[in-house]
């Protein structure tokens, strides 16, 4: 029973659960001291084996990911750049207009910082979980090489995971909010938005907060966590929306005339920072107040442009009623006084 013996003597001297390199060893030198020698030897160098191809994988992995972010991002971006463009080409009624409008459609394109600083987030974020993954199973690998038990270490870190959840369930909000904002692109630097009690311009999106500068100037930092709806007013396209009041005596017909040609004049003129991308609409009398009638205009505009183009509007109606003779009413109060003769005697 030559086989048996050999058999019993690597068990001997490699253990039960016996290594490649041991029984190899003994193998080839019927030495157990050697055998035993070598499996030790080679422990430490299976670990590094281990660790350093963790290594490799991790490089592997993150490439493949920056990569993976980068195509995804420039397919939503070019589909949102096709779908500007069939807008402005429906929007466009003039050859003019309609090239205007292509050229800004295709200037989606080249908008890269919002785009970058989502790769940047994204990706970081995922490298940063496909590292502690990956560098987490090469450890327990490389430990399992040294014989230790792995089981209390890793009901060791269970039990720390969930003291550390309870105790930063805020944080661990904030971070999952900001990745799905991040995903969702509900809203981006430059963007104008209404986050409940702040209303300003995003400066920054970070996992945890965003920063929003207002109106007077002041930088909120607000915890993703806490944001609960964003109204996002420079996403697509903007809208300026003006109620124009004129006196009760004045023809309706000739003012809408008037305004009509105030809009369209500014629309074929494409100002920057103040762009109406489609024909401006009258919907007619909008309401009828103490002392006027208003009238309400509606101009689509680039996204974001909404405000300025509300405020040239305003400038310009003003100007163009006054010299059309139309009144532009303010709210007047005639005041008797009555009084009362003193009895005679």
């Known amino acids: ?199 300003g311009v995003v400066e920054e999106v970070k996992l945890r907060t965003t920063q929003i500068r207002d109106i007077n100037g002041t930088l909120w930092h607000i915890p993703n966590g806490e944001i609960r709806r964003v109204a996002n007013m420079s996403q697509d396209w903007g809208q300026a929306v003006l109620d124009i009041e004129v006196a009760y005596d004045t023809d309706i017909g000739e003012a809408m005339a008037v305004i009509k040609e105030v809009a369209d004049g500014m629309w074929r003129e494409q100002l920057p920072n103040a762009t109406i991308i489609a024909e401006p609409t009258i919907a007619g009398v909008q309401s009828f107040g103490e002392s006027a009638i208003a009238l309400r205009l509606m101009a689509k505009t680039e996204p974001g442009e909404q405000f300025a183009a509300a405020r040239e509007l305003r400038g310009r109606l003003k100007e163009a009623l006054d010299q059309a003779g139309i009144e532009i009413p303010f709210p007047q109060r005639t005041v008797w006084v009555k009084s009362e003769e003193s009895p005679r005697r």
Do not use: H
């Open 1 to 199: 029973m030559p086989y048996l013996i050999v058999a019993q003597t690597v068990n001997d001297a490699c253990g039960v659960n016996s290594s490649v390199v041991c029984s190899l060893v003994f193998d080839l030198t019927g030495n157990s001291d050697a055998a035993r020698i070598a499996d030790l030897a080679a422990r430490p160098v299976k670990a590094v084996l281990i660790l350093l191809a963790a290594w490799i994988v991790n490089r592997m992995v993150r490439r493949w990911l920056d990569g993976a972010v980068e195509g995804w991002l420039e397919r939503r971006t070019a589909a949102a750049a096709k779908a500007r463009e069939e807008s402005a080409e429906a929007d466009g009624a003039m050859d003019g207009l309609r090239e205007a409008a292509l050229r800004r459609a295709r200037l989606v394109v080249e908008q890269s910082e919002r785009s970058s600083q989502r790769t940047r987030t994204l990706g970081a974020v995922l490298r940063s979980m496909a590292s502690i993954a990956l560098y987490g199973l090469a450890v327990m690998m490389a430990l399992g090489e040294f014989d230790v038990n792995l089981g209390p270490l890793i009901a060791g870190a269970g039990i720390v995971g969930v003291a550390v959840g309870f105790g930063a369930q805020s944080l661990v909000r904030d971070f999952l909010s900001g990745v799905f904002m991040l995903l969702e692109d509900q809203y981006g630097v430059g963007d104008v938005i209404d986050a409940g009690d702040t209303v």
